[in-house]
């Protein structure tokens, strides 16, 4: 049984330019979330999909995007990216929320 | 709105020592509860949930956490910790048909000394 696996696991970026994050999710999951964990900070909640509808949304602007697709692998992209963006960025897979779920080990972004 | 609370930034205990770190939550509904591990650059690692039923709850490495819902809380427990258990714990509880998401903790940093 595979896990959940992110890509890249680092990445620098300029302030004002796009990112796109990517997550494989734990085989047999069906739903996927994104949380940001800020340096010191417990990860907050940016969205889940669940059979690739947004089905919830935490308190994140627009610009911050994502997609699931039909294998249920997902994207987390992230537009005009200012310095406070620069975090851990955590991908994590569960069948249908109700089980714990399964974290990957999360891409390093900095924006300078 | 659903919050956790985790009072205390850093625990120290020696190897071998009974450990506690803890967590308060405050939800409208049934909690679902969890802890998670964090190690140096990686993601978190799941130790135990509670959902319903036993208040005690036993999960991975040896920790355990006693759910009260009088006091709201849920704290991680071990009998005799380990050097290795040093890491950053986070506590999480999520209410159901609430959004979906999971509400952490600000972690506690667990340090087990020799």
């Known amino acids: 049984e595979t896990g959940v696996t992110q890509s890249p696991t680092h990445l620098i970026k300029t302030r004002g330019q796009q990112v796109t994050l990517r997550c494989s999710s734990q085989s047999g999951h069906n739903t996927v979330s994104w949380y940001q964990q800020a340096l010191g900070q417990g990860p907050q909640f940016i969205f889940q999909y669940y059979r690739e509808e947004e089905n919830g949304r935490g308190n994140f602007p627009p610009r911050f995007s994502g997609l699931q697709f039909p294998n249920y692998s997902s994207e987390l992209n992230v537009n005009a990216l200012e310095l406070d963006d620069s975090a851990l960025y955590l991908c994590a897979s569960s069948l249908d929320s109700f089980y714990g779920y399964t974290f990957g080990s999360g891409t390093r972004l900095t924006v300078v | 709105a659903q919050s956790v609370a985790q009072p205390e930034d850093q625990v120290n205990v020696a190897e071998g020592n009974p450990l506690t770190v803890k967590c308060t939550y405050s939800v409208s509904g049934n909690p679902y509860l969890f802890w998670y591990v964090q190690y140096p650059n990686r993601g978190l690692q799941f130790l135990l949930k509670?959902?319903?039923?036993?208040?005690l709850v036993k999960g991975s490495y040896g920790f355990e956490a006693e759910f009260n819902k009088s006091q709201t809380s849920f704290h991680l427990k071990k009998p005799s910790a380990l050097v290795s258990d040093s890491a950053l714990y986070f506590c999480?509880?999520?209410?159901?048909?609430?959004?979906?998401?999971?509400?952490f903790g600000g972690g506690t940093r667990l340090m087990v000394k020799p």
């Open positions: 509670y959902i319903t039923g036993d208040n």
């Open positions: 999480a509880v999520r209410v159901n048909n609430a959004g979906n998401m999971l509400t």
